[in-house]
């Protein structure tokens, strides 16, 4: 059988992994809930498929990767199809898309991947339901923990250009981050050297006050950066404030020991100028 990734909820990272694969020749499957995405993904080379309301093509996949986010009720793809997960035994790979978050708050101290999941918000507290049930199906499951993602058409500059970007100051916050394209080499790197039942963090190697990144965001645009605002000032929405409820410094040792990873971004200073040529500004 030629390689073939099933990509269920294929988005923002999994279409960098599917531009590594597709020119090495994989057949990749990406499910999508519109037809006008659907129009996008084939013009990429993916296969569209409208899911949730087809049956998912298990038994034409290779490897398999969920980017699908949890409810509180539990992973929506093993609520929809879990009979069809546990008998596809014939996978050689299955990757989750988990979150850093599930480490929850650590007072800005590190996180490796043998830390306890203590995760202190309702989506942390899903994300480590969803790992369990993915890893309860008996598959060749590899979790990848994602720090904040960001890259071409989903980092700061917008905002800092539009005026809306804004520099809150949170003491002692820190945060990790990660670009999408050192997400899909680590992706790649993991189908390469498959692993079942390994947790992998994907963060770069610099965490980093999210006031600094937007500074040095309007300073590549030659803007002024913007005002300082104390958190204890600012209007932020619930869930924009939930952000800022955890502190942590995430390392990623394991992807570059186990892995071979040599991050094309290893800090964010790398990954801004990165995005900024890409999107032309």
């Not at 999941?117 to 008996?138: F, H, I, M, N, Y």
């Not at 250009?161 to 680590?186: N, P």
Request: charged share 25%; net charge negative; hydrophobic share 40%.
């Amino acid at each position: 059988m030629a390689k073939t990734l099933l990509s269920i909820g294929h988005g923002y990272s999994a279409r960098a992994l599917a531009r590594l694969l597709l020119p090495q020749g994989w057949r990749v499957i990406g499910t999508t809930r519109s037809e006008d995405k659907a129009a996008a993904l084939r013009a990429e080379g993916v296969e569209p498929l409208i899911w949730p309301g087809t049956p998912l093509p298990l038994g034409e996949a290779t490897h398999l990767l969920t980017s699908v986010s949890p409810t509180a009720d539990g992973d929506p793809v093993i609520a929809e199809a879990k009979a069809d997960l546990r008998a596809a035994t014939h996978l050689d790979w299955v990757g989750y898309l988990s979150t850093t978050g599930v480490y929850g708050d650590r007072g800005g101290d590190w996180v490796d991947e043998t830390d306890a999941l203590t995760p202190s918000t309702a989506r942390g507290r899903a994300r480590v339901k969803a790992e369990a049930e993915w890893a309860d199906l008996g598959l060749p499951l590899h979790i990848f923990r994602l720090a904040g993602i960001y890259g071409p058409g989903r980092g700061p500059f917008s905002k800092v250009k539009s005026g809306k970007a804004r520099r809150i100051i949170k003491e002692g916050q820190v945060f990790s981050r990660t670009h999408v394209d050192d997400i899909a080499q680590v992706l790649a790197a993991s189908i390469a050297r498959p692993n079942p039942g390994a947790a992998y963090n994907v963060c770069d190697d610099d965490p980093a006050p999210p006031q600094d990144v937007i500074a040095h965001a309007a300073e590549l645009l030659g803007l002024s950066v913007p005002e300082a605002i104390a958190i204890e000032d600012a209007e932020m929405t619930p869930m924009a404030r939930s952000f800022y409820a955890e502190s942590k410094k995430v390392r990623n040792d394991r992807i570059k020991d186990e892995l071979g990873v040599e991050l094309l971004y290893p800090d964010y200073r790398a990954g801004l100028a990165a995005v900024l040529k890409a999107e032309g500004m």
